[in-house]
Nanobody, 114 residues
Framework: QVQLVESGGGSVQPGGSLRLSCAVS????????MGWYRQGPGKQRELVAI???????TYADWAKPRFTISKDNAKNTVYLQMNSLGPEDTAVYYC????????WGQGTQVTVSS
C-alpha cells in the first residue's frame, strides 16, 4: 500500500508564493513518476507538473516559469514551488505517484485572494 501526504497549502494574497510538499511512503518502487495536479472550482483536474525517476520534468504550459517541481529521493518527497500566484491558481492541489497504477494524495487547498 502506498500513502501520499500533502502539506503546505493555505491562503495567500495575489503575487505571493507557496511551497507544497508530498511525502510518499509504503510499498513504493524504485522507479515511477511523481507529479502535481490541481482542480479548480467547477473545473476538471489538470496537470501542473511531473518529475520522473530520472529527474526529467514536464510542465503544463501555463505553469512555466512560475511553478517549479523538485524532489528529494532520500525523503521520497516531491515539492511544488509556486510563485506569483493569482486568483486563477485557486484550487485543490493533488500529489500523484505513478508506477503501473496511479496513487493520489488527499489534496491540499490553495486559495489566492486579496
Amino acid at each position: 500500500q502506498v500513502q501520499l501526504v500533502e502539506s503546505g497549502g493555505g491562503s495567500v494574497q495575489p503575487g505571493g508564493s507557496l511551497r507544497l510538499s508530498c511525502a510518499v511512503s509504503g510499498s513504493i518502487y524504485s522507479f515511477g513518476a511523481m507529479g502535481w495536479y490541481r482542480q479548480g472550482p467547477g473545473k476538471q483536474r489538470e496537470l501542473v507538473a511531473i518529475i520522473d525517476d530520472g529527474g526529467v520534468t514536464t510542465y503544463a504550459d501555463w505553469a512555466k516559469p512560475r511553478f517549479t517541481i523538485s524532489k528529494d529521493n532520500a525523503k521520497n518527497t516531491v515539492y511544488l514551488q509556486m510563485n506569483s500566484l493569482g486568483p486563477e491558481d485557486t484550487a485543490v492541489y493533488y500529489c500523484n505517484y505513478r508506477a503501473f497504477v496511479d496513487y493520489w494524495g488527499q489534496g491540499t487547498q490553495v486559495t489566492v485572494s486579496s
